[in-house]
């Protein structure tokens, strides 16, 4: 930072009450009031220097009252003037340069009044030491936020802009000023200078300041699109309140409607500065702030905007990205999967209207197929959440269509989960949770932990030993491929005739009667088979092919050594029925 020292004298101002003062021999024959604070001067020391006030002082009146209330910068800028008259010492920083430079033209402090005055001098610093000068613009700039009309109409704000756009268009080889760069692991003595050098210290700036800023850089077309979003990322990380970490800022100002409205300008800019480029930010920048939005209360305009945004991303997403903490009703903080929710259904929308025919090579296929994965991932986290309900979890888990779970491995580790974290829940609530596994999509190691977990309604238990006796058969050429239709899970239960309108009908929920009267008979043609599995079970007759392929064993004799009693089994069905 650079500063200029005008002046020789010391200071010799004074502080009496709410006076200001200057010590001398002559008493004082001008006063001066700005806001609440009064000025006893000298007209000798002042009027020569100053054309306003030898116009306001043009009567040969011995004392004078004058009030400079709109003097800009106040009486701080107005002292470093009056200062610079006495001949008294003054220190130019970019910190003080403005409102010094707009009181002195304010008292035409120029040329035409005297040689070598003070505005000349203004303007030598701020042309020859500011504006050459990489963070003496920055801070410059920032001081422009208290007078901007002044500041606009003096050419300062233009000059500043100019500068620091200037340097940072400056190829990272050519840079050789000090900036501020707090990155993990970066060693300004052993690296060179990184693309994105500037984006820390303009992070320092009013949001107006910066926009312009970024603005200005943008219209160039020189940087890449993720460059911009890199400075985006940085200013939202200094000034947006940590949603990542739950529970309100320390801060007593954050209850304040001030702090509010504060935040959510700066929010909506960043998010209208967004380039359009796709890869310009990160699907976890555009989550987090979805998340800084809901805490803000922002408008459903901006939040619809963040979740189309996240919604294009999403299959870019790691668990990570998801997993924001909410507060509960109780206060408890509990993982925030409405938003989950939210960008999810964003995503389905756009995947609907633009995903064909479903192909194994098509990027729409593979794009679900990822979403797919996450989601589960996710919602195996989530399901240790003990506030989180039942609900919410099937909500999440069946927002996706058939089509996106090659297998339900990942959707049963899941529920294993919650049901292991949430142990009271009802038996309808654990029927509900575990109607969206499909067993016939688990593979082989999966429905070996299914058939012995406890925590499963024996209904689910049945079903998996339905189909691996299933699989046995087909293996033994007993079944000929393709005379039993594959199982969507709704059709793992038999459904009654009246209630076939509630029945979901895979992905097209808009088919014919006929249609859902044809499924239904398959469903029951399938439910005569479990209830014959039944009966076997009840007779200890239920075989399985060793994946070995040494032979078949009594399944009846393998489930009453492992704890899996047939008989206890159908009692339980029973009640559970």
């Not at 700005?34 to 004392?63: A, E, R, V």
């Not at 304010?106 to 504006?131: D, P, Q, Y």
């Not at 009692?571 to 559970?576: A, G, L, T, V």
Request: net charge neutral; aromatic share 6%; charged share 30%.
């Amino acid at each position: 930072m650079k500063f200029m020292k005008i002046g020789t004298k010391p200071d010799t101002f004074y502080t009496e009450e709410a006076t200001r003062t200057v010590i001398s021999d002559l008493p004082s024959d001008l006063t001066i009031n700005i806001n609440n604070i009064t000025y006893l001067l000298h007209k000798f020391s002042l009027l020569p220097k100053c054309g306003m006030l030898q116009q306001l002082c043009s009567d040969d009146s011995d004392n004078i009252t004058i009030n400079l209330h709109d003097i800009p910068g106040g009486e701080e800028a107005f002292e470093l003037c009056a200062k610079f008259c006495y001949g008294i010492t003054i220190n130019l920083s970019a910190h003080n340069v403005v409102p010094a430079f707009c009181a002195a033209k304010f008292l035409r402090m120029t040329e035409s009044i005297e040689k070598g005055n003070f505005v000349l001098k203004l303007e030598a610093f701020f042309n020859s030491c500011v504006l050459e000068g990489w963070k003496d613009s920055i801070a410059t700039l920032q001081t422009t936020v208290k007078l901007p009309e002044w500041s606009e109409n003096l050419g300062i704000t233009k000059k500043c802009i100019d500068s620091i756009v200037e340097r940072i268009l400056t190829p990272p080889a050519q840079v050789s000023w000090s900036f501020t760069y707090t990155r993990p692991g970066y060693k300004k003595r052993h690296q060179s200078v990184p693309k994105d050098w500037w984006t820390e210290d303009i992070s320092d700036l009013d949001i107006d300041l910066f926009r312009c800023i970024v603005n200005a850089v943008k219209s160039t077309y020189i940087f890449p699109p993720q460059l911009i979003g890199e400075a985006l990322h940085v200013y939202a990380c200094r000034w947006l309140p940590d949603t990542t970490k739950g529970g309100a800022p320390e801060s007593s100002e954050a209850q304040t409607d001030i702090y509010l409205a504060r935040k959510l300008r700066i929010l909506e800019s960043i998010l209208n500065m967004i380039p359009s480029d796709r890869e310009s930010v990160s699907v976890g920048f555009l989550l987090r702030l979805l998340s800084i939005a809901n805490y803000l209360g922002s408008s459903t305009v901006v939040k619809t905007e963040l979740v189309r945004k996240a919604g294009l991303k999403l299959e870019e997403a790691t668990v990570g990205d998801l997993l924001f903490p909410s507060q509960s009703a109780s206060g408890q903080l509990i993982y925030d999967t409405d938003l989950v929710a939210a960008v999810l259904e964003g995503y389905s929308i756009v995947w609907r209207r633009q995903s064909p025919a479903p192909l194994e090579s098509s990027p729409f296929l593979k794009s679900i197929r990822n979403v797919g994965k996450l989601i589960d991932s996710y919602l195996q986290v989530v399901a240790k959440d003990a506030e989180l309900p039942v609900q919410k979890l099937v909500s999440l888990a069946e927002a996706l269509p058939d089509i996106a779970r090659q297998d339900h491995d990942g959707l049963y580790k899941a529920i294993n989960i919650y049901l292991k974290e949430h142990p009271d829940i009802s038996k309808a609530e654990k029927k509900r949770l575990c109607r969206i596994l499909d067993c016939r999509k688990l593979s082989p190691e999966v429905r070996a932990h299914a058939v012995k977990n406890e925590r499963l309604p024996l209904r689910t238990v049945v079903q998996v030993l339905f189909f691996e006796q299933e699989g046995s058969s087909r293996a033994r050429g007993n079944i000929q491929p393709g005379t039993t239709e594959t199982m969507s899970r709704e059709k793992q239960i038999a459904v009654p005739e009246h209630d076939m309108n509630k029945l979901h009908l895979g992905g097209d929920e808009k088919s014919s009667r006929d249609e859902a009267t044809r499924r239904v008979k398959a469903s029951e043609t399938d439910e005569q088979k479990m209830k014959r599995l039944e009966r076997k079970m009840l007779r200890g007759e239920i075989e399985e092919v060793e994946s070995s392929g040494k032979g078949i064993e009594t399944r009846g004799e393998e489930n009453s050594r492992k704890g899996h009693d047939p008989r206890k089994m159908l009692q339980r069905i029973s009640r559970d029925r």
